[in-house]
């Protein structure tokens, strides 16, 4: 694919974890049901890219979250006093940096100590980013499962949604459909 991303089924990165891509259907899809802003819709073509910038942003939340975001969380546990706590929060694909962040380079990295709670509010992640088999490939892990298989939060992870929220409920369905991560 021209874009650089990969195409590594439900299990991969997120940006990687695609089955494929076929912009025809993504135009069809979108054609007709998209928000129009003036003059024009954002339908169609524009759709088609805006589907693809949807996966480029997943896969630089992952890279930043697990390169800087991992390098700053080890820092900051190493300068602080034992006894402070570490609380994440990531809303939309900031989910995906402070997941990546625990999980570390490649998903395989770290943590000096569990951080305390963790908090993904309307995220723009594979609903099987955590778990430890996913079902369309037994055997199979989610991208960020060593999270909390490794125990890198103490206290609760708290994930949210909401009807009312049109770029997880709409727009990120749309998008991640073409993967099968969703159904509809």
């Given at each position: 694919?021209?874009?650089?991303?990969?195409?590594?089924?439900?299990?991969?990165?997120?940006?990687?974890d695609?089955?494929?891509?076929?912009?025809?259907?993504?135009?069809?899809?979108?054609?007709?049901?998209?928000?129009?802003?003036?003059?024009?819709?954002?339908?169609?073509?524009?759709?088609?890219?805006?589907?693809?910038?949807?996966?480029?942003?997943?896969?630089?939340?992952?890279?930043?979250g697990?390169?800087?975001?991992?390098?700053f969380?080890?820092?900051?546990?190493?300068?602080?006093?034992?006894?402070?706590?570490?609380?994440?929060?990531?809303?939309?694909?900031?989910?995906?940096?402070?997941?990546?962040?625990?999980?570390?380079?490649?998903?395989?990295?770290?943590?000096?100590?569990?951080?305390?709670?963790?908090?993904?509010?309307?995220?723009?992640?594979?609903?099987?980013?955590?778990?430890?088999?996913?079902?369309?490939?037994?055997?199979?892990?989610?991208?960020?499962?060593?999270?909390?298989?490794?125990?890198?939060?103490?206290?609760?992870?708290?994930?949210?949604?909401?009807?009312?929220?049109?770029?997880?409920?709409?727009?990120?369905?749309?998008?991640?459909?073409?993967?099968?991560?969703?159904?509809?």
């Open positions: 694919l021209e874009t650089d991303l990969g195409i590594g089924g439900a299990g991969a990165g997120p940006g990687g695609r089955s494929g891509f076929d912009p025809q259907a993504v135009y069809q899809t979108l054609r007709d049901d998209a928000p129009s802003f003036g003059l024009f819709g954002l339908g169609g073509l524009f759709g088609v890219l805006r589907t693809l910038s949807f996966w480029r942003m997943k896969d630089r939340a992952r890279r930043f697990e390169v800087a975001g991992s390098k969380l080890a820092r900051m546990m190493q300068a602080a006093p034992r006894n402070l706590r570490f609380h994440l929060m990531g809303h939309s694909f900031g989910c995906i940096v402070m997941s990546a962040t625990l999980a570390g380079p490649r998903g395989r990295g770290r943590v000096a100590r569990p951080v305390d709670s963790l908090a993904l509010v309307q995220g723009a992640l594979s609903i099987w980013s955590y778990c430890d088999d996913i079902p369309s490939t037994p055997g199979q892990p989610g991208y960020f499962h060593k999270v909390l298989a490794d125990r890198r939060v103490r206290g609760p992870v708290l994930a949210t949604q909401s009807v009312f929220d049109s770029a997880t409920g709409k727009w990120y369905p749309l998008g991640a459909g073409v993967a099968g991560q969703v159904a509809f």
